[in-house]
């Protein structure tokens, strides 16, 4: 294959659709604060996501120090080692501590029968991660965190129109926060939103993206500048036109990726969670170097040479970062699953617009890896006899 095929690409509709955004934009010259594609994306997102209130964010960071400082938490803050540094780092930037807990073998989301384990008079609050967009055991955690009198903020950045029995996943916890990154099935450029329950929360939550104005004269509290502009709006109001029919292509991806590589051994899969409706926005596979023949690093050098970019989402991890290795709770032997998930997860490319010859390429390079080495490991037991 002559061009190099990414983990991922971001979509973008056609120019010319974005074209008439723009053209309304440069005739209202409304550019931010509030501007009347920000408005009109709000309403659609709450009414596509089943949600009552959604507010937008410059980017999906952003959103969730703002969450943290809309429920005030300081203190301990129980979360996941298997995420991306952004949810532990929004954590520090607000003064608190994170604590991280050991992840399920099978979802790789945080794991409920450790969580208690983990609470002390410290604890404020638990930040769970929806992993890859398939849900966290919800009902368990929301039990746990009621017990403790503890809130409970989803980093649901990689769930977008994610649904659980039949509802939104963004409608458990007290808050939930989307990421609207390019990399993501839903994309504004850059860009988030916090998915709140009640109008007085969502009152506060869009002070707090802005300066903390409540009218022209009046700042009611400390707030930053977190808001999304229109251009990004524009973009998300186009993108949730296709949003249905990219994550039926996802789908398609999925079950091509699993009929060709469920009897390659040493190859496993995510687990699915039942009552689901998934996004499939990622293709995450675990692979044991024993069964397989290669190790997980090997093989994401080796994919190289067939023009083939994966990640190895999430590797290393949070509590592997020198600012936070100190942490008591950052101990291997505290994350024993964390820890042999983060060396063996190896996220193929996926994306809408991946073809089918594409995804044989995939599959076909990893068989033809796994190939080259037995029988490079078959000749060696050979010369030795």
Known sequence: MNQPLYV??????????FKSYLEKIWERQILTNGGPFHE??????????????????????????????????SGDVI??????????????????????????????NLDPAKLEASITPDTKAIMPVHVYGNPCKIEKIQEIATAHGLKVIYDACHSFGVRYKG?????????????FHATKIFNTFEGGAIISHDPITKRRIDFLKNFGFSDEVTVVMPGMN?????????????QLKTIDQRIDRLKNVSLNYKKRLKNVEGITFLEEISDTKHNYSYFPILIDEEKFGVSRDKTYEL???FNIYTRRYFYPLISEFPVYKSLPSSNSSNLPIATEV????????????LTQSEIDHVCNSIIEIQKTVKEEVGQDAKLVF
């Not at 596509?48 to 703002?66: D, E, I, Q, R």
């Not at 509802?167 to 990421?179: A, H, M, R, T």
């Not at 983060?342 to 617009?353: D, E, G, I, Y």
Request: with cysteine; hydrophobic share 45%.
């Open 303 to 305: 994919l190289k040479g």
């Open 342 to 353: 983060s060396k063996k997860v190896l996220c193929l490319p996926n994306f809408a617009m």
């Open 79 to 108: 979360t996941t080692p298997f995420s991306f540094a952004a949810t532990a780092h929004s954590l520090l930037w607000n003064g608190s501590k994170p604590v991280f807990c050991d992840i399920e073998p099978g979802t790789y």
């Open 8 to 17: 991922t690409k971001p979509y973008l509709p056609p120019l010319d659709e």
């Open 40 to 73: 009109q994306l709000e309403e659609e997102l709450a009414k596509y996501l089943g949600v009552k209130y959604v507010s937008l964010f410059a980017n999906g960071t952003l959103a969730l120090m703002t969450a943290l400082q809309t429920l005030r938490i």
């Open 226 to 238: 977190a808001k999304m502009n229109e251009v990004q709006a524009a973009m998300g109001l186009i």
């Open 167 to 179: 509802e939104s996943i963004l409608n458990y916890g007290d808050l939930s926060v989307l990421s």
